[in-house]
């Protein structure tokens, strides 16, 4: 493994997290509660690794900018979806182990309150993630 592979290695471990709070989110509406518990868990496991691995990743090459490659309205979309990421994505941070605490305290009515607006930005944050790597790594790179 070499730090070319981090950013494929977070955009796994980002759609795995999409994966399994699609998984938490069905598994609650359906009363399946210890299934949620346990999923969404491993969905705060999941995002607290892809936290440690982009931390590293900018680290270790010293916050470098990874350029966008594509042009006209793509660059446009591409920058709107990243600022939104961005800033959504700082929210998480608090937002994911509020929810959770509010859980673990059994205060129910506070996670359940709290998890309509965790829910929708975290997932926003998972799903763009992904759309963020596809964009800057395979889609459309810059030029080298």
């Known amino acids: 493994m070499t730090i070319r592979d981090i950013p494929a290695i977070n955009a796994t471990l980002n759609g795995l997290a999409t994966v399994l ?3 938490g989110f069905i598994l609650i509406k359906t009363g ?21 691995g982009y931390v590293t990743h900018k680290v270790l090459i010293h916050g470098v900018h990874t350029p966008f490659g594509g042009t006209g309205v ?3 979309v591409y920058y709107v979806m990243l600022t939104s990421h961005i800033i959504l994505a700082m929210s998480i941070a608090f937002l994911v182990p ?47």
């Open 21 to 23: 709070i699609t998984a």
């Open 32 to 52: 399946r509660k210890d299934a949620h518990r346990r999923v969404m868990t491993t969905a705060m496991v999941v995002s607290a690794l892809f936290l440690v």
């Open 74 to 76: 793509l660059r446009t």
């Open 98 to 144: 509020r929810t959770f605490l509010f859980a673990l305290q059994g205060n129910f009515e506070r996670h359940k309150a709290w998890a309509k607006w965790t829910f929708p930005i975290w997932y926003y944050v998972s799903v763009t993630g992904v759309l963020v790597y596809f964009s800057l790594y395979q889609w459309w790179p810059a030029a080298r």
